[in-house]
């Protein structure tokens, strides 16, 4: 599985951007789909995910109500809403793909793509 992220770039703080993660090679549909994100000096850490099998969504306490994680199976792609961004949202982001079932660990994900950056000011 190939995942190709983008969308990322500069936004000020309240502001909105939104990623997406094209991924090819496997049936996209049957793979959960999830957002990590590492800042400078800090570890990698998950954002949100969406189940392939029921849709459900799960999110970090950090961005819970502000970011909103959807996906589109006909078009093999996931996207990351970001809404009332913070300057503590800059990182770069990562999308990830899974076929099991732990998919808020960074373990549970069998395929990442590259990052984009996030940069947000205040």
């Known amino acids: 599985v190939q995942l190709q992220a983008s969308g990322g770039g500069l936004a000020q703080a309240g502001g909105s951007l939104r990623l997406s993660c094209a991924a090819s090679g496997r049936t996209f549909s049957s793979l959960s789909m999830g957002w990590f994100r590492q800042a400078p000096g800090k570890e990698r850490e998950f954002v949100g995910a969406?189940?392939?099998?029921?849709?459900?969504?799960y999110y970090a306490d950090s961005v819970k109500g502000r970011f909103t994680i959807s996906r589109d199976n006909d078009r093999n792609t996931v996207y990351l809403q970001m809404n009332s961004l913070k300057p503590e949202d800059t990182a770069v982001y990562y999308c990830a793909a899974s076929a099991g079932v732990r998919i808020t660990e960074d373990w549970g994900y069998n395929y990442w793509g590259r990052g984009t950056q996030v940069t947000v000011s205040s």
């Open positions: 969406i189940r392939w099998s029921s849709g459900r969504t």
